[in-house]
Nanobody
Framework: QVQLVESGGGLVQAGGSLRLPCAGSGRTFGTMAWFRQAPGKERQFVSWSGGRTLCAASVKGRFTIFRDNGKNTVYLQMNSLKPEDTAVYYC??????????????????WGQGTQVTVSS
């Protein structure tokens, strides 16, 4: 059974930091990514890792994605958090390598999400 399990979410004050791990199991993955969905809004791309990395403009310079392939895990390090970063954060993965994508329908597997709340 293929699974992606996120953790590390919680409540943090503005300016603080969180690290979100996403542990994969059941197979190895190609590109792995993070998306987020704020209340009342559509899910949006945050960052992907697949040979190289890419971050959305809204988080560039504050968020970093990195992988531990030996553990089949991708991490999202979030620094200088803002209230507008409040959302459910989802991990996603593609079956095969071949570059990243900012489009959620190009990902084959999804985690259940972890809530991040940033207070002002």
């Amino acid at each position: 059974q293929v699974q992606l399990v996120e953790s590390g979410g919680g409540l943090v004050q503005a300016g603080g930091s969180l690290r979100l791990p996403c542990a994969g199991s059941g197979r190895t993955f190609g590109t792995m990514a993070w998306f987020r969905q704020a209340p009342g809004k559509e899910r949006q791309f945050v960052s992907w890792s697949g040979g190289r990395t890419l971050c959305a403009a809204s988080v560039k310079g504050r968020f970093t994605i990195f992988r531990d392939n030996g553990k089949n895990t991708v991490y999202l390090q979030m620094n200088s958090l803002k209230p507008e970063d409040t959302a459910v954060y989802y991990c996603a993965a593609r079956r095969t390598p071949g570059g990243g994508s900012t489009l959620e329908w190009e990902y084959d597997y999804w985690g259940q999400g972890t809530q991040v709340t940033v207070s002002s």
